[in-house]
Nanobody, 118 residues
Framework: QVQLVESGGGLVQVGGSLRLSCAPSGTIFSPNFMGWYRQAPGNQRELVAT???????NYADSVKGRFAISRDNAKNTVYLQMNSLKPEDTAVYYCNVRRLSPPSYNYWGQGTQVTVSL
């Protein structure tokens, strides 16, 4: 069973930056979609950003202009550069990779905590 290994979370002050990374623990067929989601206490999990294998990106309105998603297709790794962080960005961030055609899959990372302090 493939696992997604996330890294880069932590504690940062308001206005600071963090870069999250997510890579599979083993070999996978190229995913169609790679993305990041987040869940704050008491809230539902929400989309942060996604990127297709063609490089098309989609962002939540709340992070547009501050976050940037990218991927390394050779490594099947996805990144999330987070700048100008705000306290409301505090959440557990989860990466997700999906492949629609056989062999299809939908993998989630274990989550990494991002805390933005005043």
């Amino acid at each position: 069973q493939v696992q997604l290994v996330e890294s880069g979370g932590g504690l940062v002050q308001v206005g600071g930056s963090l870069r999250l990374s997510c890579a599979p623990s083993g070999t996978i067929f190229s995913p169609n979609f790679m993305g990041w989601y987040r869940q704050a206490p008491g809230n539902q999990r929400e989309l942060v950003a996604t990127i297709t294998n063609g490089g098309s990106t989609n962002y939540a309105d709340s992070v547009k202009g501050r976050f940037a998603i990218s991927r390394d297709n050779a490594k099947n790794t996805v990144y999330l550069q987070m700048n100008s962080l705000k306290p409301e960005d505090t959440a557990v961030y989860y990466c997700n990779v999906r492949r629609l055609s056989p062999p299809s899959y939908n993998y989630w990372g274990q989550g990494t905590q991002v805390t933005v302090s005043l």
